[in-house]
């Protein structure tokens, strides 16, 4: 059956036998299937604000509602969550086969999986790992011939021994540092370094050896570039490579004391990219994405670039093997312009249900930016404490400048009727779980959902959206109970 907009999509859909289940962190980021899978369910961790307006349109499990225990974040991931005792109990009582739609797979999830019975709608993760790997990427982009960022890998022994003088002669002044073993991104193990005083204070940071946990052997060095960053969201389908419209990525809402180049976000329809900087960043994807496919890769995952604008020149910059930062607001924004999302291909993929598109006219249709934008808000230090009380989640509208105004009831992009307005979902935790004590300055309090591209100075949020920010961080967050590390 051809697919042409979301009535054929729930008619492919019918035929799914059993329990199709969204897991996730939390229930926002899994909801797109539910107005075009029958049945849809999400199993969530954690016990957010939002849950009783998204549990309007869907059913939803939550383990921390469940144990009325929280799930403590450090190292708490999907596998943690289905491993969990009463997760699995839930899941056992659904109508067989359970098929699980989730942010990606572990090695270790694989081995329940088949002890449970569940089908996994995931790339196995050993070719995830691989492909998300720092060390595989750059060879890639090597073999493609695609533009490399000057720089290169190197173990931590050498940077450790050399100075800043050295790298600074090859790479120039302004040098980034990533960690490549830290494979948790959104800006974690990505350094700035300008002096050699940063230099330094970076060597004694890892001179150990160890970062958040990790050991460390690899780290890349690269040309700081005066770029933007950007990304494109694709799913590798039997048909082809449907891939989203080039977005602009939110860096550092606040430029923290240590790790930079922080994710917070992405805008779409503000900045009006040059042509060929668009064409350029789609024929890289498309080379990346076949790359993939030729690996046996299939479904969602996402590009980031850098985008120079001055020299109009675009880097690849690393593949993310998983469902990406931009779902599930990308789909929302593509569903109300009566798109099809990206999720639904990456359903009919991996529960390998027969279907036909016309792959150029969708992609034709995706390239088109939406308008939109969405910022993920972190605490930016720690340790914090969440107040014991709940910050309701739905439409605000700003009264007086950093203070807004509850407006009513919403969760999905369509749902925000004026410019001025934002929507508050994704959290924020729940306060009646009694404290919730925050050690990661990059723990995810909740997103702000904005109907305009939220643009401010330089490419970064505008000034609303970090208004907004800091007046959530203001409202569910005690100050800090030690001095911050
Ligand atoms: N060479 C570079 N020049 C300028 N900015 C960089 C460079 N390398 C990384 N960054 C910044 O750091 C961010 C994170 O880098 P990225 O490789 O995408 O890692 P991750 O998203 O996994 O944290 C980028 O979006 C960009 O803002
Ligand atoms: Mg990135």
Redesign the pocket.
């Known amino acids: 059956m051809l697919l042409r907009d979301l009535d054929d999509l729930k008619a492919v859909l019918s035929s799914i036998r059993g329990s199709l289940v969204g897991v996730g962190m939390t229930a926002f980021s899994r909801i797109i299937p539910w107005d075009f899978v029958n049945n849809y369910r999400i199993l969530c961790a954690r016990a957010t604000s939002d849950l009783p307006i998204l549990e309007k349109v869907s059913d939803i499990w939550c383990l921390e509602r469940e144990t009325g225990e929280r799930c403590s974040p450090p190292g708490f991931n999907s596998f943690s969550l289905l491993a969990h005792t009463a997760s699995k109990d839930f899941l056992r009582r659904l109508q067989p086969p359970v098929i699980l739609f989730l942010y990606q797979s572990y090695p270790e999830l694989e081995v329940l999986a088949r002890r449970e019975g569940w089908m996994l709608l995931a790339n196995e993760a050993a070719l995830r790992v691989r492909v998300g790997d720092r060390r595989f990427f750059l060879n890639l982009i090597r073999k493609l011939g695609l533009p490399l960022?000057p720089?290169g890998l190197y173990r931590l022994e050498e940077f450790l021994e050399r100075g800043y003088e050295y790298w600074a002669t090859a790479l120039g002044p302004h040098i980034?540092v990533?960690l490549a073993d830290v494979t948790k991104?959104?800006?974690?193990?990505?350094f700035f370094v300008s002096s050699k005083d940063e230099y330094q204070g970076l060597k004694e940071r890892l001179k150990k050896g160890y970062w958040r946990d990790m050991a460390l052997e690899k780290v890349i060095l690269?040309?700081?570039?005066n770029?933007v960053?950007s990304s494109i969201t694709l799913c590798i389908t039997r048909h082809g490579v449907l891939m989203g419209p080039l977005q602009l990525?939110f860096?550092d809402m606040e430029p923290g004391p240590l790790e930079?180049?922080v994710?917070c976000g992405h805008s779409w329809g503000g900045v009006k990219w040059p042509h060929f900087l668009e064409e350029e960043a789609r024929a890289q994807a498309l080379l990346i994405a076949q790359g993939l496919r030729q690996m046996g890769y299939k479904g969602l995952f996402g590009v980031?670039f850098?985008a120079d604008l001055e020299r109009q020149k675009i880097y690849p910059?690393?593949i993310?093997p998983r469902l990406t930062g931009g779902l599930p607001m990308l789909s929302m924004l593509l569903k109300a312009e009566g798109k099809l999302p990206l999720e639904a291909f990456h359903l009919l993929e991996f529960m390998d249900i027969t279907y036909e598109i016309e792959l150029e006219r969708l992609n034709e249709e995706y390239r088109i930016p939406p308008c939109g934008s969405h910022v993920i808000v972190h605490p930016l230090s720690a340790p914090l404490t969440l107040k014991g009380s709940t910050m309701r989640a739905g439409v605000y509208l700003e009264r007086s400048k950093g203070e807004f105004d509850y407006k009513g009831v919403g969760w999905n992009y369509s749902h925000l009727q004026r410019p001025q307005e934002i929507l508050l979902v994704d959290g924020p935790p729940e306060g009646w779980l009694g404290p919730l004590e925050i050690k990661d300055p990059l723990f995810r309090l909740c997103r702000i959902l904005c109907a305009d591209p939220g643009l401010g100075q330089d490419l970064g949020p505008s000034n609303r959206l970090r208004r907004a920010a800091k007046w959530i961080r203001r409202s569910v967050l005690k100050t800090s109970i030690l001095p911050s590390l």
């Open positions: 960022i720089g980034v990533q991104g959104g800006g974690k193990g990505t690269s040309k700081k570039l770029a960053a990525q860096i930079r180049g994710f980031d850098l910059k690393e993310n």
